[in-house]
Each structure stands twice: as C-alpha cells, then as structure tokens.
C-alpha cells in the first residue's frame, strides 16, 4: 500500500479538508501541510487535526512533498500552479479537485510547461452546500465517485497512484476525457444549481408576492437546497465551464418554453404524458441507486 512522508494541500477547505483528514485517518500520510488565503482557517485546520502544520510560504509547503493536492476554487487554480511550479520535488504527483476540467488542464499545461505530466487532473462528485474546513469530513468520499480526467501526456504512475489513493478513501474511480467531463456536469450538475439559485433570486426579488419564503414547503426546499451553496465555487464553475452551461441552458429555455405552451393550452393529455414520463425515468434511477 501507498504510504506518503508528506503532502500538500493547497487550499484547506470542504474538499481539501476532507481528502487530508481520510489520508490521515487511513494512516497513508505521515505528514499534511497546508496553504492557503486565510490564516485563521489554516489554525482552525490544525486545531480540528486537519492538517499537522501550516505554512504562508509557498517553497516550505511543495518542496520535498509527494502529492500536492489543489482544492483552491477555478478561479484561482492558474495562479496556484504558477506558484507551486518551482518548488516541485522530481517525482511529485500533482492533482485537483476543480469542478471543471477543460480549463483546469490548460491552465496546467500552461503552468507548469515540462512538468505538466506529473498532473492527474479530478473531480470528486462528492460535497454538500455547506464549505469551508469546518464542513471537512474523512468520510466525504465513501461510495462516491470520482472522476479522472486524464490526457496524452499524463504520466502513467501518476494516474495509477491518484486512482489508488481515491480508491483507498473509498471512492469509485472513473476516467473521462475533460471536454466529456465538462459536458456531462454542465447537465448534470451546472445547470440545476444555477436553476436553483435563479429560482430563489426571482421570486425573492419579486415585488407582487411579498415574504415569498413565508409559504414555502417541501417542494421548494428541496428543489432549492442547493441555492445555499458557496457563492464563489459557483461563480467560477459559471465562468469556467461557460460554453457547456449556456448550451444546456439554452435546451432547458426551449423545454420550459415547450412546457409554458402546454399549460397554456391547458394540453392535459400531453402535460400527463411529459409528467409520466419524467416521473418514470426519475423513479428508475433512484431504484438503480437503491440496487448498486
Ligand atoms: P471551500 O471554500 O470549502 O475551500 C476552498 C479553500 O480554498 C478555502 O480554504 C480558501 O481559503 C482557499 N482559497 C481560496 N482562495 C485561495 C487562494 N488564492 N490561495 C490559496 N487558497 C485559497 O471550497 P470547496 O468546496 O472545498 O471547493 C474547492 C474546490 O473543489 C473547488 O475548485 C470546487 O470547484 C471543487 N469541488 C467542490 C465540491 C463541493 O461540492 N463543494 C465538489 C467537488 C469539487
């Protein structure tokens, strides 16, 4: 089994948080050193035995490190790779958590020029709407998936130690080509999220219903739950995963259009089948979850 004398994690939040304390739990790591924008949550890190040392200068967390691990948000993924790069040990392992991967990858080959191959770009599908370290949890990643998204020149041993680790914090393992990755989250994933949040902002911010939360139930909470996470993850997935999020955007206008005709007709019959059939697909799916 795989065992570190140190990583680093860049970025010691919800996700870094949780990846550093499964490692640690599992006794793969001797050592877990983090870095990131805000000191108090780097103490709160070592206080709630995250991380065993913290540090603000970027050399003293990367060099020597085997694995560093980026969990920083998109936005501030170019500029982390940019600073990393010089202090990388000959046979450190790079990878990250982004939430899209087209532009993650770019931005490494960028960044990190000849060493671009020591980089095993993920995702886990694992989270909740809460963030930061507090949230962090060793058991984020059990059952869960994630996804590699390797290219061409991804160095082999790399890939197959990152799979071995997610594979150790209980995670499914799977591979996908970045623009199939960022296509597939964009639907899946991208797109309720920014329904949720533009849901809750139009009705919030609709003057002829007045405390529109004042007669929520069930059905807004959960359709809207998830407009309660982290406003900055969200903006940059936004950004950096623009292209795939306006196309399934734009389909989803065209069925909300198709569906605003249908009542407006008042089509029984064809509004019945659209809910039926929606219901159905829905109903297999979860029983599909249930059965796995
Ligand atoms: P988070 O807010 O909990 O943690 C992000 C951490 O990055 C914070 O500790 C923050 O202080 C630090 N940070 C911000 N700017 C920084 C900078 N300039 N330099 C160094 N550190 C900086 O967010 P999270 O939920 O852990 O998300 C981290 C990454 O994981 C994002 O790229 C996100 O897309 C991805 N991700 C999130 C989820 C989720 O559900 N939350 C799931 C999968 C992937």
Not at 21 to 40: I, T, W
Not at 164 to 169: K, Q, V, Y
Not at 210 to 235: L, P, Q
């Amino acid at each position: 089994m795989i065992k570190f004398d140190k990583i680093t994690i860049i970025g010691v939040g919800l996700i870094g948080g949780s990846f550093a304390k499964g490692l640690k739990k599992a006794g793969l790591v001797e050592e877990v050193v983090g870095f990131g924008r805000s000191q108090s949550n780097l103490k709160k890190a070592v206080d709630l035995e995250v991380i065993d040392r913290f540090t603000d200068d970027i050399a003293d967390a990367v060099s020597g490190s085997e694995l560093v691990f980026l969990a920083v948000p998109l936005g501030v993924m170019a500029d982390s790779f940019e600073a990393i790069k010089p202090h990388l040990a000959k046979n450190a392992i790079v990878t990250d958590a982004g939430s899209s991967k087209s532009s993650v990858v770019l931005s490494a080959q960028q960044a990190l020029a000849e060493k671009f191959s020591c980089f095993v770009p993920g995702h886990p599908i694992a989270g909740k709407e809460q963030s930061g370290v507090e949230a962090a949890d060793e058991a984020l990643y059990v059952n869960h998936r994630v996804i590699l998204t390797p290219i061409e020149q991804t160095n082999q041993t790399a890939l197959t130690i990152v799979e071995e680790i997610w594979s150790l914090l209980g995670a499914n393992v799977e591979q996908m080509a970045p623009q199939q990755h960022d296509e597939i989250f964009a639907a899946t994933s991208h797109l309720p999220h920014l329904l949720a949040f533009g849901l809750v902002e139009m009705l919030h911010e609709h003057p002829e219903l007045g405390n529109v939360f004042h007669y929520t139930a069930g059905g807004f909470k959960d359709f809207t739950r998830i407009a309660s996470s982290d406003a900055e993850m969200w903006r940059d997935i936004a950004v950096y995963n623009s292209d795939a999020i306006v196309k399934w955007l734009k389909n989803y206008g065209v069925a909300i259009q198709q569906l605003a005709e249908l009542v407006e007709n008042k089509d029984a019959e064809a509004l019945y089948n659209l809910f039926s059939e929606a219901k159905q697909a829905r109903d297999e799916h979860i029983l599909q979850i249930q059965q796995n």
